[in-house]
């Protein structure tokens, strides 16, 4: 694998149900991020850890719970959805937190459908 | 308030050039990135800027005015496989991303 990598790629969940996305990064960067994309809005970050110690919580809503058990791994735990929480949720990685010139890399997101 | 506006939707022609416009108006700059979005896939990174002027990369170009807080993408001799979503974000001075809401480019034979 190589790359940035997520899955599930598409996942439906009822209101009530609770489930895991999860990340891996194979670059060896020392920063995670975790963006909602909606359709014709900007991406809107979430979460973002650096060497594993989170940095940034825009103001998310608590039913969405991050995890980074290591530089590699990012979870983001879903519990009680609204329906207004389908999105793509995607993953991407950096080098450094916090530089220029640092460029993210995506994975390729998790197709988040809330009935 | 810190705003970055692109056009939603463009139509080009394959073989043609066409050139995505980006303004920015932020809390300071740290550079601005250009994105590549197919339906369905990751952003991949297509440019980064910081200084005035134009940067080339094979097809695609980057321009960047930062008095004007302005940025243009160009791609040249268009293909169908450069359908797809153009994402413009900048970098502020605490170093976070602001992005556009991105440009949908549809490529015509």
């Known amino acids: 694998e190589t790359g940035v990598t997520q899955t599930p790629r598409h996942l439906v969940m009822g209101m009530t149900n609770k489930k895991s996305l999860k990340c891996e990064q194979h670059l060896g960067h020392n920063a995670m991020y975790w963006y909602k994309q909606s359709a014709k809005k900007p991406l809107e970050l979430m979460f973002v850890y650096s060497l594993e110690e989170r940095v940034e919580n825009n103001s998310v809503p608590s039913r969405f719970s991050p995890e980074c058990p290591n530089s590699s791994h990012l979870f983001l735990h879903l519990h009680t959805l609204q329906p207004e929480d389908s999105a793509l949720y995607l993953c991407?990685?950096?080098?450094?937190?916090?530089?220029?010139?640092?460029?993210?890399?995506f994975g390729p997101g998790t197709r988040l459908t809330v009935l | 308030g810190q705003n970055i506006d692109q056009p939603t939707e463009m139509t080009a022609t394959e073989g043609a050039i066409v050139q995505i416009n980006c303004t920015y108006q932020t809390s300071g700059f740290n550079g601005l990135f250009w994105y590549q979005q197919h339906a369905g896939e990751a952003p991949t990174f297509l440019s980064y800027n910081v200084l005035d002027g134009l940067e080339e990369k094979g097809r695609f170009s980057s321009f960047l005015s930062r008095s004007k807080g302005y940025s243009y993408l160009l791609l040249k001799e268009l293909q169908m496989k450069d359908s797809a979503s153009y994402l413009c974000a900048v970098k502020d001075s605490n170093y976070q991303l602001i992005w556009g809401a991105g440009t949908k480019l549809i490529i015509k034979p």
């Open positions: 991407a990685s950096s080098q450094d937190y916090g530089g220029a010139s640092d460029t993210q890399y």
